[in-house]
Nanobody
Framework: QVQLVESGGGLVQAGGSLRLSCAAS????????MGWFRQAPGKQRELVAE???????NYADSVEGRFTISRDNAKNAVYLQMNSLEPEDTAVYFC????????????WGQGTQVTVSS
């Protein structure tokens, strides 16, 4: 029932920009914190950016100032604007949701590949 579908990934050159989208359905979107995670080959999945139900945001130090997370509750959508991309940003990016009263994310999208060439 719960579904998160990412789109917008692709291949870009270092210094370029990309905008990821996540379409959500099957749950009360406005009562969920939403986040973007990424996983590079051989590495653990890490939180990239988070936007809480009330709109507060949190970013990994490595993307602070370059990435912007946003949400549109009317559209049940979450976005990740990525600017000044670096090869180190190459990873599969996942959209995730967490009910505000829970401590961990447990609803996940299928992922979208982002590749940044040097």
């Amino acid at each position: 029932q719960v579904q998160l579908v990412e789109s917008g990934g692709g291949l870009v050159q270092a210094g370029g920009s990309l905008r990821l989208s996540c379409a959500a359905s099957g749950f009360a979107f406005s009562t969920f914190d939403m986040g973007w995670f990424r996983q590079a080959p051989g590495k653990q999945r890490e939180l990239v950016a988070e936007i809480r139900s009330g709109g507060r945001t949190n970013y990994a130090d490595s993307v602070e100032g370059r990435f912007t997370i946003s949400r549109d509750n009317a559209k049940n959508a979450v976005y990740l604007q990525m600017n000044s991309l670096e090869p180190e940003d190459t990873a599969v990016y996942f959209c995730a949701g967490k009910y505000i009263l829970r401590s961990e994310y447990r609803d996940w999208g299928q992922g979208t590949q982002v590749t940044v060439s040097s």
